[in-house]
Nanobody
Framework: QVQLVESGGGLVQAGGSLRLSCAAS????????IGWYRQAPGKQRELVAV???????NYADFVKGRFTISRDNAKNTVFLQMNSLKPEDTAGYYC?????????WGQGTQVTVSS
């Protein structure tokens, strides 16, 4: 199973930017579905952005126009560029990779946005 390690979280003021990275222990295939999720305290985990096996990118309405998901296959890494951050974006952010019937999660990285 692929191991995923997220990084890039931190504390930022509202309106600022962060770039999250998700590094895979092995190769990322074009057929993999890779997504970023987030979970705030007391809330359910929710999808933020995903790259489908066809290469298209889908975003949750609450991040459209602010966040961008991308992948670097040569580095086996997926990124989440987050701009115009809001306090309500504060959450743990998790990377997920789906390959066939398997699903792998990283340990998460905390993003805190101050007002």
């Amino acid at each position: 199973q692929v191991q995923l390690v997220e990084s890039g979280g931190g504390l930022v003021q509202a309106g600022g930017s962060l770039r999250l990275s998700c590094a895979a222990s092995g190769s990322i295939f074009s057929s993999d579905i890779i997504g970023w999720y987030r979970q705030a305290p007391g809330k359910q985990r929710e999808l933020v952005a995903v790259i489908t096996s066809g290469g298209s990118r889908n975003y949750a309405d609450f991040v459209k126009g602010r966040f961008t998901i991308s992948r670097d296959n040569a580095k086996n890494t997926v990124f989440l560029q987050m701009n115009s951050l809001k306090p309500e974006d504060t959450a743990g952010y998790y990377c997920n990779l789906k390959r066939g019937w398997s699903s792998s999660w990283g340990q998460g990285t905390q993003v805190t946005v101050s007002s």
